[in-house]
């Protein structure tokens, strides 16, 4: 209880006591008041919560024994109101703390996602065993090539077929491959390298050399063809199929004629010595120097043509053909062809003579001709006995 509270209660008290002090004094004299209901005194506070204040009032006096008066009461003098007590102010509750808050719980993690398993491959089906089919027959197989003749002495030919020819070409270097003739001309400006169908003689491509060139021997190395020149020095390297020029190689000395063996090129260049070279770097690789059987040189060896593991060689200025065996340079056999074209181009120029030699493996052939001649001759030579 607050101070102020007591002293309250503490002065009504007094008031209390005094009052009933002098009702007590003056009760004798005074006319007898009607009885009023006591004065209930108001609860006191009390530190006891909810406890209620007791009611003070004076004992009623027994009655005076006179026969007719009637009995006097003495009434209890109606006690002082005592102050009013200020309400007891409610205590003053300390503010209510706001509710605390509920701790913030972490976002709870997305669970772990299973690990996706890569998708399982079906199962493989077992192949369906398919039928066994009856074996097809082979293709036959190609004809291989019949193997060149062993040549020996002297040649005899025999002409099967004339095919026409170029009276302008001046023919250089001459060969066969599947079913056309690839010539090689020469003269200054004039020089061509050209593509012929040989049953009608008609040029089906052709390209020209530089016009300071003088075109000379050729020679294929699978689809590459070696264009020999006079003096340049220089031999150009041709596609087979469009005779566009793709590389060119250099050397010393004259080109005159050149074929290619298999493994090696080999080269003429008018003497009587034929040297071999390689046939992607146009290296020297030897020479050997060719004779007859007697013993002498053979000047002038021009256009070439390898036929199996032997050289044919045009003798410049001459109808004779000679067969090297270039492990040697021996003349292992020769053919003269005098006979061969009448009237000869040579008796109006003495520059077109016999030159040209190519082989038809698959018909054991070969093509002659010579330089602006009117035709190319087929024929098949034989040893004689």
Not at 189 to 218: K, Y
Request: glycine residues 6%; negative net charge.
């Amino acid at each position: 209880m607050s101070p102020l509270s007591r002293i309250r209660l503490l002065r009504a008290a007094i008031w209390l006591l005094a009052a009933i002090t002098l009702a007590a004094a003056c009760g004798a004299d005074a006319p007898a008041p009607k009885a009023a209901p006591a004065a209930t005194t108001p609860a006191l506070a009390s530190p006891t919560p909810d406890a209620t204040a007791p009611s003070h009032s004076s004992p009623t006096p027994a009655p005076t024994s006179l026969p007719t008066a009637q009995p006097t009461v003495v009434a209890t003098p109606a006690a002082a109101p005592a102050p009013t007590a200020l309400p007891t102010p409610k205590p003053t509750l300390a503010p209510t703390a706001p509710p605390t808050a509920k701790p913030t719980l972490a976002p709870t993690a997305p669970p772990t996602p299973k690990p996706t398993l890569a998708p399982t491959a079906p199962p493989t089906a077992k192949p369906t065993p398919q039928p066994t089919a009856q074996p097809t027959p082979a293709d036959p197989p190609a004809t291989p090539e019949p193997p060149p003749p062993t040549w020996s002495g002297t040649l005899s030919y025999r002409v099967l077929a004339t095919h026409p020819h170029d009276t302008t070409a001046f023919t250089q270097g001459l060969l066969w491959f599947d079913g056309l003739v690839y010539e090689s001309t020469g003269l200054r400006g004039q020089s061509v390298l050209r593509i012929i169908d040989l049953p009608t003689g008609r040029v089906l491509q052709e390209t020209a050399a530089d016009p300071q060139h003088f075109g000379e021997g050729l020679a294929l190395v699978d689809n590459r063809l070696i264009w020999l020149t006079w003096r340049a020095g220089t031999a150009g390297v041709y596609h087979r199929d469009t005779l566009d020029q793709t590389d060119s190689f250099t050397y010393s000395g004259e080109g005159w004629g050149l074929c290619h063996d298999g493994a090696r090129l080999v080269m003429s260049d008018g003497s009587s010595t034929l040297t071999f070279r390689h046939p992607a770097t146009f290296e020297t690789l030897g020479s050997v120097p060719v004779v007859d059987t007697d013993g002498q040189p053979v000047e002038r060896l021009n256009e070439l043509e390898c036929v199996g593991d032997d050289v044919w060689a045009n003798v410049w200025l001459t109808d004779r053909i000679v067969v090297i065996d270039p492990a040697t340079g021996a003349v292992i056999a020769e053919a003269d062809m005098a006979g061969i074209i009448s009237p000869h181009p040579a008796s109006d120029n003495s520059n077109d003579v016999l030159n040209g030699i190519a082989y038809r493996p698959e018909t054991g052939t070969f093509l002659i001709t010579g330089k602006r001649w009117p035709a190319i001759f087929e024929v098949r030579f034989e040893s004689q006995p």
